[in-house]
């Protein structure tokens, strides 16, 4: 893939989240592991082994048929690094949010371990905004500390980044040179305590309450050779959500091997309306109301959703009669359906 211009926004916290937008078609959101930076990922010459795990092939096919977008985290990669003591899942929730916010229409979510968690979220608190979600190395919790020494973390930050590559890289065979610049790329894409943060709200994260209210469709895959996730995680997400596929993907099989379920659970998803079908100078936002107005959702219930206040949105629906010249909600329900946003 060609390299992509980065592109920064900044979240309703402050925190300056760099992003890439790559493609055309639907939006697919593909989105961040723990030790990731896009600022690797681009820079020339940089092996695809070591910034990406060997994920790359996927993404090459992926990018043939829909729009990619790709962001990194707060914390990691070349978005704002320094979490506070105050971190919590909801911050990552929020950089998603804000980079959404920049990308037109609704947007097909792609995540594994703690990125799957914040699509759940996200879906939820912005159904208009999501089209599907795809969900792999997944469980209703994660059990990080299974696997992952956190104590080590805290203790001897150099090895373990050793150990961690020898569990992500378990079933593949690398030399002594592609070791050495896989270990200094993870240790350049994010901090030890910036880490511990993400760490820690992965292992306290569960979906558990959250999957039955997801309104979208949804593509669960499961590996039989995990360390993190068992299969057995990830066919309960699969049961939880209300309308879900389950893969389950040949043995130990690498990222790489996804690509072809992903590409036939798409085709099955309903055509997406351009954004372009609404001409009345809406913001993204003003659409974003206007889909929960259509879906029968209260002022009260739209600020819950948003986060923004109830004032907020008396505002945003009185600028959508405005410029749509419509005069009543039932009105707007219809308009919204007319253009594709209902």
């Known amino acids: 893939m060609n390299a992509p211009s980065i592109q920064y926004v900044t979240t ?46 996927q993404l090459a096919r992926l ?55 914040i699509a759940v979220h996200y879906a939820v608190r ?20 299974a696997v992952f020494n956190l104590g080590l973390a805290e203790n001897d930050w150099d090895l373990f980044v050793h150990s ?8 593949e065979r690398i030399s002594p040179e ?24 992965a292992e306290t994260s569960s979906i558990e309450d959250v999957l039955p209210q997801v309104q979208v469709p949804a593509l669960v895959m499961a590996t039989g050779g995990n360390l993190t996730i068992p299969r057995e995680g990830a066919s309960r997400v699969a049961s939880l959500l209300p309308s879900a ?15 072809q379920p992903v590409l036939d659970f798409l085709a ?12 009345s100078g809406l913001s993204q936002r003003e659409i974003q109301v206007l889909r929960l107005v259509a879906m029968g959702v209260s002022n009260q219930q739209i600020a819950d959703q948003l986060v923004i206040t109830r004032n907020t949105v008396r505002r945003h629906v009185s600028n959508i009669f405005d410029k749509t010249g419509l005069t009543n909600r039932t009105e707007a329900a219809g308009y919204a359906r007319d253009h594709g946003l209902a």
């Open 12 to 57: 309703r916290d402050g925190y300056k989240i760099a992003y890439t937008v790559e493609g055309s078609g639907p939006t697919l959101v593909y989105m961040p592991f723990s030790m990731q930076s896009l600022g690797l990922l681009y820079s020339p010459g940089s092996p695809d082994r070591t910034t990406e795990w060997g994920q790359a092939p």
């Open 63 to 117: 990018a043939n048929h829909v729009r990619i977008v790709r962001y990194d985290t707060r914390g990691q990669g070349i978005s704002t690094r320094g979490l506070d003591e105050n971190h919590c899942l909801d911050a990552y929730v929020w950089d998603l949010e804000a980079v959404l916010d920049q990308v037109p229409g609704r947007a097909v979510l792609m995540g594994g371990n703690l990125s799957s968690h």
């Open 126 to 145: 912005h159904p208009e905004r999501v089209r599907a979600l795809i969900l792999y190395r997944t469980g209703v919790t994660l059990g990080l500390a």
């Open 164 to 171: 961690l590559l020898g569990v992500v890289q378990a079933n």
């Open 178 to 201: 592609e070791r050495r610049r896989a270990v200094a790329a993870m240790k350049d894409s994010v901090n030890q305590a910036d880490w511990l943060h993400y760490a820690r709200v």
């Open 245 to 259: 596929q389950f893969v389950l993907l040949d043995g130990a099989a690498a990222l790489v091997a996804t690509a």
């Open 268 to 279: 099955t998803l309903p055509e997406e309306q351009p954004a372009t079908a609404v001409s």
